[in-house]
T-cell receptor, first 112, second 114 residues
Framework: KQEVTQIPAALSVPEGENLVLNCSFT??????LQWFRQDPGKGLTSLLL?????REQTSGRLNASLDKSSGRSTLYIAASQPGDSATYLC???????????FGTGTRLTVIP | EPEVTQTPSHQVTQMGQEVILRCVPI?????FYWYRQILGQKVEFLVS????????KSEIFDDQFSVERPDGSNFTLKIRSTKLEDSAMYFC????????????FGEGSRLTVL
């Protein structure tokens, strides 16, 4: 069964800093990987979707990379802002599966 | 921008009661999902729905649960005889392409079972 882990569980950085969030998964046979943002008590907002054939995806200040063979993905946030404070979740779609497997998330706090 | 909407945002119920959580998926989406998140735990898959029938369900989705698309816009999750451990945030999601495409989630319905 696919297991998804995110480290660190929480991260606090000063505004303006560049940061990296990590996601690892146990089975490299995946179809895609998706990064979500979750604000407290709110739903999940899709940030980036990377197909297994891709190495990275970019959207604004966000860049997600995927190393399928090593079972890792990173979410890079450039020039962090207080509005980036949220929990970031990664979710993996295993090959042949019909549901996503989520990590426990990294709670990010950007200090003004 | 189109969005998935869920009602109620919060429901408190007594153990043993039935609850219905409602979702309005994005209008041109054909694939619908329910996930849940118990406080402090991972988001977990419950069920997927396509073409008016369940396409996949998890171990969690036992006879206590059912889903329905009663009309062209709503997608509901019914939980019968609620238990304390059913307390969670329930998320509805929809997709145009199915699970291989991008999923769009609603804001969630928080269920508290007393």
């Amino acid at each position: 069964k696919q297991e998804v882990t995110q480290i660190p569980a929480a991260l606090s950085v000063p505004e303006g800093e560049n940061l990296v969030l990590n996601c690892s998964f146990t089975d490299s046979a995946i179809y895609n990987l998706q990064w979500f943002r979750q604000d407290p008590g709110k739903g999940l907002t899709s940030l980036l979707l990377i197909q297994s054939s891709q190495r990275e995806q970019t959207s604004g200040r966000l860049n997600a990379s995927l190393d399928k063979s090593s079972g890792r993905s990173t979410l890079y946030i450039a020039a962090s802002q207080p509005g980036d404070s949220a929990t970031y979740l990664c979710a993996v779609l295993p090959s042949g599966a019909n549901n996503l497997f989520f990590g426990t998330g990294t709670r990010l706090t950007v200090i003004p | 921008e189109p969005e998935v909407t869920q009602t109620p945002s919060h429901q408190v119920t007594q153990m043993g009661q039935e609850v219905i959580l409602r979702c309005v998926p994005i209008s041109n989406h054909l694939y619908f999902y329910w996930y849940r998140q118990i406080l402090g735990q991972k988001v977990e898959f419950l069920v997927s729905f396509y073409n008016n029938e369940i396409s996949e369900k998890s171990e969690i989705f036992d006879d206590q649960f059912s889903v329905e698309r009663p009309d062209g816009s709503n997608f509901t999750l019914k939980i019968r005889s609620t238990k304390l451990e059913d307390s969670a945030m329930y998320f509805c999601a929809s997709s145009q392409q199915g699970i291989t495409g991008e999923l769009f989630f609603g804001e969630g319905s928080r269920l508290t079972v007393l």
